[in-house]
């Protein structure tokens, strides 16, 4: 099982960035799907996840600004940032609790890491 995220780059203050990432290879279920992101010389955290298609939940410093969605057709999540300011610059990690067998318990995945910057 693979999550393949994609987006991210250079912005200016205010401006506005997409991410994307997609769950790949052969699984039961995906649970809770979301992102995280970790800042030069801090630890990661929680930026938004979605359990489900109907719920979200934000950190505060993103609450109103970034939108956590989710295509289950594609297994795919995405966040559309906007508003961004220096302090959203992070590598921003996908990820996921994915059931690979009916049964089995739920595991952590993480993609790749994208890297977001927010010029000061």
């Known amino acids: 099982v693979q999550l393949q995220a994609s987006g991210g780059g250079l912005v200016q203050p205010g401006g506005s960035l997409g991410l994307s990432c997609a769950a790949s290879g052969r699984f039961f279920r995906i649970g809770v799907m979301g992102w995280y992101r970790q800042a030069p010389g801090k630890q990661r955290e929680l930026v938004a996840t979605s359990p489900s298609g109907d719920t979200t939940n934000y950190a505060d410093s993103v609450k109103g600004r970034f939108t956590v969605s989710r295509d289950n057709a594609k297994n795919g999540v995405y966040l559309q940032m906007n508003n961004l300011n220096p302090e959203d610059t992070a590598v921003y990690y996908c990820?996921?609790?994915?059931?690979?067998?009916?049964?089995?318990?739920?595991?952590?995945?993480w993609g790749q890491g994208t890297l977001v910057t927010v010029l000061q």
């Open positions: 990820y996921a609790r994915i059931q690979l067998k009916w049964r089995e318990s739920f595991n952590d995945y």
